[in-house]
């Protein structure tokens, strides 16, 4: 077995705590990036009024 009994819960644990730290970094990222980004697609929109 790899997990002893006192453990057997360990590895959904930690993979939750990944899964955490992944959101963080997501939520951070668009919160950093997201003007930027609109910026990006307000001016293509704007490029597309013309047609």
Known sequence: MLFS???KGQGLVE???I???VAIVVIAALTLL???V???FSDINASFQGF
Do not use: D, T
Request: net charge negative; proline share 13%.
């Open 5 to 7: 009994p006192n453990e």
């Open 15 to 17: 993979y939750a705590l």
């Open 19 to 21: 899964l955490v730290l």
């Open 34 to 36: 997201g003007p930027f």
């Open 38 to 40: 609109a910026g990006i």
